[in-house]
């Protein structure tokens, strides 16, 4: 019997299926049992879709980014240990197995694609003003505000309620992977789209 690599040595990468075309290049589902690449793919430009996509919603997880002008969400009271993160990772995995009896890493993935936006809008200057258009996302932009916006809102829910991250993490990709507006990252996506379709 031919020996399988295991995320963590618990889940199987081999049956979790990317549905949207435009982020099946971006996203790697490669096998492997430790997402930890030690900044391998980091001196080289375009080279983040060779990384595990577990490994960057960890690395997003360590520095989520402000949010706002005024910062209101900042990057400065994350746990900067890795393994912590990673642990509560895993035990967010576990709880959504658990509600879910599937394999959580396709309801990370699925948690991806419904918070990648389409549209966003772009600014530039005509003249004296400044004119506002919709634009078409790219694939590799739409991954990363999606792991950004699933970021914020974990730690938007998980600050100062005194909740477990792992609980956090769950009930963020849970409610994603549903497309529920109780998602903060659903719900960004809807207004930024909302605005683009006013800019057209």
Not at 27 to 51: D, Q, Y
Not at 119 to 127: D, F, I, K, Q, S
Not at 169 to 184: M, P
Request: hydrophobic content about 40%; some cysteine; glycine content about 8%.
């Amino acid at each position: 019997m031919e020996n399988k690599i295991l995320l963590f040595n618990r889940w199987d990468l081999s049956d979790v299926k990317v549905g949207d075309a435009g982020l099946r290049g971006q996203i790697n589902l490669k096998p492997v049992l430790v997402p930890r690449s030690a900044g391998r793919f980091a001196t080289k430009e375009f080279h983040k879709n060779k990384m595990s996509i577990v490994e960057r919603f960890i690395n997003r997880l360590r520095v989520p980014g402000h949010r706002g002008r005024k910062h209101q969400i900042t990057s400065g009271r994350c746990p900067e240990n890795t393994m912590a993160i990673t642990s509560a990772l895993i035990g967010a995995f576990d709880i959504i197995q658990k509600k879910t009896k599937q394999n959580p890493v396709q309801t990370l993935v699925k948690a991806i694609e419904n918070s990648a936006m389409l549209e966003e809008v772009a600014a530039y200057r005509l003249g004296g003003i400044i004119a506002r258009k919709a634009v078409i996302v790219s694939p590799r932009r739409r991954l990363d505000l999606a792991l950004r916006f699933l970021t914020q809102g974990i730690y938007k829910k998980g600050f100062k309620t005194g909740r477990c991250l792992s609980e956090v993490i769950a009930e963020e990709l849970l409610a994603a992977a549903e497309g529920d507006t109780k998602s903060f990252a659903i719900s960004e996506k809807n207004r930024l789209e909302r605005e683009a379709e006013g800019a057209r």
